[in-house]
């Protein structure tokens, strides 16, 4: 009897919670033409969407689905170019030092250091000089952390160290504990791609809390709502040289407990006043980032800026008509359409197409595709299911009273 009724009880609650479930709809500004468009998606939409865009549709007025292909928007390279700066290399076997000389031609504080691919860690110091002869420290224990990368032929690392106005700069790389590296290039970034594919979105909700007993701090972070990210970069208010642990967790709240608790994320050493931290994407809204101070005064964060992957979705479009792009969660699985064997055809020519500020819209009032599913009949038989169970088991429970009392 236990059992049935609380059965009951979960498919009444789960009703419940059906009812105050929606979706999200946004209407797809007017097209001039009938013809294959590209449509970017919204940060705040795919906030709502699953990881893999399953739940999105497309559908025009009626309701009738229209095929679509899903683009990510991230099959360029990272740096599009590399403005160089001409450099000198010197090799001492002596003192195990390989120094790297350039005219600091524009007072540089930072730059992008290209090197052949290499996995270990590799210390540098940054000098500067007036006359190449006598050298001056501008800073020290600078640390290439290895980036893992097996994939990649040459790998990128942004330097950065004070601005000092002097009239040549130089690179110390440490040779006595590691190998040496080659170095292909020294330059500047003029165009980032990185920017062009990745929707930047900063958090505006930063709260620290210090903890002496464990040598740790711990960096709150909220964003306004879940997106789907891929990294954060992290400004620190730090001009002096360190290196310190980080842990990324994402901070989630148990509805039985009403206890908040953490899920493990990413982690890395950071060595540079802006670093990045990336992990596999993942739809969150709540992190705390924990540093491992160990006997060091905290660090403190001037901002953090989360990046989200821009995604599109490449249709074609007849003129005069309404179109509307919904994300349904009870959607489980990913449309097939033949479109998506045609994609030279979907991106040579398409224009671009941008979408509406998305509604919500609860499921008592659906406008989804009536082949797909049917929410309303679904809700009524949950409610109806759960009410018949709950009376039957009150009528059986009165019963059984009864019987004990004669």
Sequence with gaps: MKQTYKLALFIFFLGKSFAQEGYLKAKLENNTQSGYYKIMLNPGFLGKTDLDLANIRLIDKDSV??????????????????????FEIKSAQKTKKTDVIIKNIANQKTLILKFKNFDFDKSLEVFGSDNRKNWFGIKQNIVLDSKNNYTDKNVFYNLNFPNSGYKYLMFSFNDSISPKVNLLSIGTISTLEKEQIFEKIKCE?????????????FYRFDFEQTYQFSYFNIEFNEKKPFKRFFRLYEINYDIKTKKEFLNYISESSFTNENS?????????????????????????????????????????????????????????????????????????????LKMGNPEFIAFNNPIVNPKESSPKWILWA??????????????????EVKNRKQ
């Design 382 to 399: 949950v409610v109806l299911l759960a009410v018949g169970l709950l009376t039957f088991m009150s009528v059986k429970l009165l019963n």
């Design 276 to 352: 990045s931290l990336h992990f596999s994407p993942i739809l969150a809204k709540y992190f705390v980032l924990v540093s491992e101070n160990q006997d060091n005064l905290p660090l403190k964060i001037n901002s953090i800026v989360g990046f989200q992957e821009k995604k599109a979705i490449n249709t074609y479009l007849e003129t005069g008509k309404e179109y509307f792009l919904i994300s349904n969660p009870l959607y489980l699985q990913k449309p097939n359409f033949d479109l998506t064997l045609f994609q030279d055809s979907l991106t040579k020519n398409a224009l671009l």
């Design 65 to 86: 689905l229209i095929p679509f292909e899903i683009k990510t928007e991230n099959n360029a390279e990272v740096f599009t170019k590399l403005d160089t700066i001409p």
């Design 205 to 217: 909700k930063i709260k620290i809390t210090d903890s002496l007993k464990s040598k740790q701090t």
